[in-house]
């Protein structure tokens, strides 16, 4: 018996309307074929779910590879499912404002860092960083950008596909990053041996972690044609 890839490449030289008809059989087939190598290899890393904040961990390495190859799924999924149609693989004026609101807010929330990320009370609000990547609210510009750009396909410069794709890859690799130091920085004097070191400490690499969001989406709007 043919191999899954090989039954893939085999639907795929069937005649336009068989194409058609096929098209949800090949969609489940290949998700479920990198679906199950994904799955494989976390079990194989022996990382299984465990709290947030976690450093270090077999754990957090497998569920920041979890959470890069996510949005590549999907891409993937789309492109079968969608196939060749233009209007599936095109983001709207508006989506696209939404790259260039959200590269603002963080350009915003750098060069506004220590005033952003304490209160009035001068205590730092590492929860303010969650909030600007669009991990606390549904309807933020950043909120499942991933899922957004899955559309972007047909508008990419055809000299930048590399850098869009690892673009993607590297914004939600950041943003996870972010998300679990400011997660660990807003708890950091609640922890054992934790205090204000330990929040000024991770709130810290989070920042680290927010500049490289920003150069990412910096390669993603050039690579769509924005100017910022």
Known sequence: MASRPDQVRVLRRLPHSS???YRPIVATATLFFVASSLSAGIKRSGAW???PGVEGTRCNQACRRTAVAAPFLGLAGAWVVGGNNPASAKLSNDELSRIKTGYEKISYLLDHWE?????????????????????????DPLFN?????VKATDQVDGKMIDDFQGAIETWSTQVAEANSAAFISSYGEYNPGGGKDTI????E???INVQKCKESLQVIGKSLGLKF
């Open 49 to 51: 779910c465990q709290p």
């Open 115 to 139: 005033e952003e990320t304490t209160d009035k009370d001068g205590e730092r609000t590492p929860d303010s960083v969650r909030a600007y990547l669009g991990l606390r609210s549904t309807t």
């Open 200 to 203: 000024a400490r991770y709130l």
């Open 145 to 149: 950008l991933e899922k957004m750009l």
């Open 205 to 207: 690499k989070s920042k």
């Open 19 to 21: 194409w058609r008809l």
